[in-house]
């Protein structure tokens, strides 16, 4: 099997290329973000402010990174519930967010954003946080310094390990587990 490696910002028909279950990296630039900060987003979005980023199919990574050791970008780096997001995540998704990496099942209303507004979310190695930073080649805080881990960050990375966890199509491996997509 070929080894996939994407770059964002992400297409429509990349994503709709992208089947649930399948293993995929990213390289490129990503966005850190945590529910601190998405519900500032959320806010933002209220008030008629502009985003810190433009979300155009752009990858959001649930992720509060530790502090870096010295002469690395970036510390430990693992990803954070999804859940804690979903409140806020349909709305972003229909602001053009693309695709959101981290662990655990989504609700029904974000599943109907990915397909409705054909997005994507991908599974990080939960417990992998130091193999998670060594894909990180440069990470600066572009918004909400004050949340500290929390802050939005700027990655860099060089082929981040994911997992195609929900599909444009609403698959979902957390639900059927892989078998059921390579029956189709």
Do not use: W
């Not at 770059?7 to 529910?35: E, M, Q």
């Not at 780096?77 to 999804?82: D, K, Q, Y």
């Not at 804690?84 to 029904?108: C, F, H, Q, T, W």
């Not at 990180?136 to 860099?156: H, K, S």
Request: aromatic content about 8%.
């Amino acid at each position: 099997m070929e080894k996939r490696i994407l770059r964002a910002p992400f297409t429509d028909d990349v994503i709709r290329s992208l089947t649930a279950g399948d293993l995929v990296y990213l390289s490129g630039t990503i966005y850190t973000a945590r529910d601190a900060a998405h519900k500032r987003l959320y806010e933002m979005l209220d008030r008629g402010e502009p985003m810190p980023f433009d979300f155009t199919g752009q990858v959001v990574y649930y992720a509060g990174p530790c502090p870096a050791k010295p002469g690395q970008p970036i510390g430990s780096v693992g990803p954070t519930t999804a859940g804690r997001m979903d409140a806020y995540s349909p709305r972003l998704i229909r602001e053009g967010l693309k695709v959101m990496i981290g662990k655990g099942l989504r609700n029904a209303k974000v599943v109907d954003a990915l397909k409705q507004y054909t997005g994507i979310f991908f599974a990080a190695i939960g417990g992998a946080a130091a193999l998670m930073a060594r894909c990180v080649d440069t990470a600066e805080v572009i918004a909400f310094d004050d949340l500290g881990p929390e802050a939005i960050r700027r990655l860099t990375v060089t082929e981040l390990p994911v997992i195609v966890a929900i599909d444009s199509q609403g698959r979902n491996v957390y639900e059927t587990g892989r078998a059921a997509y390579e029956q189709d």
